[in-house]
């Protein structure tokens, strides 16, 4: 519905209700309503989900169209990377929101800061979703504001021309509520745990949810040590009670993103469940490192299985958990994508210990084998050392290559002395291309990076500190933060109208009149950057 025709409709539905309605406006109450386009996080959710489908169906077409997301742990964060997004690129497409239980956990706890071990409250991540929208939709009315204030003026002075240019860029604004890619760990607890907890995520407008193969009990970070995974059955029916729930909601266009950890994974809490040779639950227990059983020499407590004809027993740990044969964890992710994917999900995450195109592409060849349009969601991971990484990759190549590589020392390639040099100058061009080209050569849909904003308040707090206490004083804040809002046409450097004191005038004129007592007069000391 246009412009025109809201503010017709409203003021048709307020006319017919005669005396009572007569000081109602119907354009201000056809702005308000337009300012407030999402009623519900089930809107969102269904919005969001019928773009990431769209957008999925593009990459297919062309790997160049792949996606992109930053973690945010703050629904201010959220609103600002947006709000950044459409003012250097003017739109806001291919570009999401991540929310990361790494984040929730050390930052978002009423337990204060956790590792990411699913130890934090599961209600804070609904939470963290539904402020994250909060703050995307009042970045919607406060632009929405900013255009109908415009509107007003060019009116006031007569200007028809520039009031239709203004009319038409309301008609065509883009809203800044994009999907969110949103974690759920392992699902804290059982299949209807995560049920639950994905109603209640789907409920707060998330369109994609990310689950993970660990034990919810033992989860850990997945670039830590000791993480344990489940049984295939066992993650299949988590991502059951999650499809369960999108389509309870109504949101059948919903997004399952399946996690694989077994990479990094050297342990399993269970014995599959098998019935017959080479069912899912056989292929599972291959996996385990086992040794042939001598009934001479048979001890307490011993677990056994049959394979081949022969009785094995899995090496058992004093955690009682179970070891997987080394070299056996691509094997196992690509086991675990191949049945995420017949089962039911929609997107994989190969969760690695280091950024190589190779071997992940190496992986999504395999799984493709199978599943043609396979795709993944990657974390470009803060875990990561990326400059030694790419730096060693570089030398590698080199070196195989038979270049001379002796004037780098291998193990020393992230000092300072190698930034000038040929060699990192080739490892910063291949970061720079890294998404691009394992967009291309590895099958990733959606490029991430968890933690970002997590380190981006770290590092500007730790320059504002130095500053501001050191003998910079107030020139520290004013040169290094202030300054450079002005220059850069930050909109925060307006912190009130950031905070919504325009939103509020404009709802005060509404519902009072002249009797409006306004924030934003002369006095108002945000006039001071009415130029910036």
Not at 21 to 42: H, K, P, V, Y
Not at 73 to 88: D, L, N, R, S, T
Not at 443 to 450: A, C, V, Y
Request: net charge negative; aromatic share 8%.
């Amino acid at each position: 519905m246009t412009y025109q025709n809201e503010i017709g409709q409203l003021k048709q539905t307020i006319g017919a209700q005669g005396a009572p309605w007569n000081a109602i406006d119907g354009e201000s109450a056809a702005r308000m309503r337009l300012q407030n386009r999402f009623r519900t996080g089930l809107d969102i959710a269904r919005y969001t989900a019928k773009i990431m489908r769209e957008d999925m169906a593009a990459y297919d077409a062309d790997p160049a169209a792949y996606t992109q997301s930053l973690g945010c742990w703050h629904g201010f964060i959220g609103q600002q990377k947006m709000i950044a997004i459409k003012k250097h690129f003017g739109t806001t497409k291919r570009k999401y929101l991540y929310l990361s239980g790494w984040m929730v956990a050390a930052l978002r706890s009423d337990f204060g800061p956790l590792p990411d071990q699913s130890m934090h409250e599961k209600t804070s991540v609904p939470a963290l979703i539904e402020e994250l929208y909060t703050f995307l939709r009042q970045a919607d009315a406060r632009e929405l504001g900013g255009l109908f204030r415009e509107l007003d003026a060019a009116r006031e002075r007569g200007d028809e021309i520039e009031a239709k240019r203004i009319e038409h860029a309301i008609e065509n604004h883009e809203t800044h509520v994009v999907p969110i890619i949103a974690d759920i760990d392992a699902g804290f607890g059982n299949a209807e745990a995560t049920y639950l907890l994905a109603k209640k995520m789907i409920e707060a407008g998330a369109c994609a949810l990310q689950i993970e193969n660990q034990v919810s009990d033992e989860k850990q970070c997945g670039h830590q040590d000791g993480k344990v995974t489940v049984p295939h059955e066992d993650f299949l029916q988590k991502i059951r009670a999650i499809r369960y729930a999108f389509l309870e909601l109504g949101v059948e266009d919903g997004i399952i993103v399946a996690r694989t950890d077994s990479l990094g994974a050297g342990l399993t809490k269970q014995i599959a469940f098998s019935t017959q040779p080479g069912d899912l639950g056989d292929q599972y227990n291959a996996f385990l490192d086992c040794d042939e059983v001598d009934p001479a020499n048979i001890t307490n407590g011993q677990v056994f299985i049959s394979r081949e004809g022969k009785l094995m027993a899995p090496k058992r740990l004093p955690s009682n958990l179970y070891q997987f044969r080394k070299g056996t964890g691509e094997d196992r992710c690509v086991l675990d994508c191949i049945t995420a994917l017949q089962n039911g999900a929609d997107l994989l995450w190969i969760e690695t210990e280091k950024p190589h195109i190779g071997q992940i592409g190496g992986m999504v060849s395999r799984i493709r084998e199978v599943i043609p349009n396979a795709k993944l969601v990657y974390n470009n991971s803060p875990s990561f050392n990326w400059t030694l990484n790419f730096r060693q990759q570089v030398f590698d190549a080199w070196e195989a290559a038979g270049k001379d590589v002796s004037n780098y020392d291998r193990a020393r390639l992230m000092s300072v002395d190698y930034d000038g040099s040929d060699l990192a100058a080739e490892a910063d061009e291949r970061i720079r291309t890294f998404q691009a080209d394992a967009a291309r050569e590895a099958g990733i849909f959606h490029h991430l990076i968890t933690l970002p904003t997590y380190h981006t308040a770290a590092l500007s707090t730790d320059n504002l500190a130095k500053r501001y206490f050191g003998d910079d004083g107030m020139l520290g804040y004013v040169k290094q933060v202030q300054r450079e809002e002005i220059r850069q046409g930050i909109a925060c450097v307006k912190h009130q109208n950031m905070a919504g004191s325009d939103i509020g005038d404009d709802h005060k004129e509404y519902f009072a009149g002249e009797a409006a007592l306004k924030a934003g007069g002369k006095d108002n000391t945000m006039n001071q950057f009415a130029a910036a």
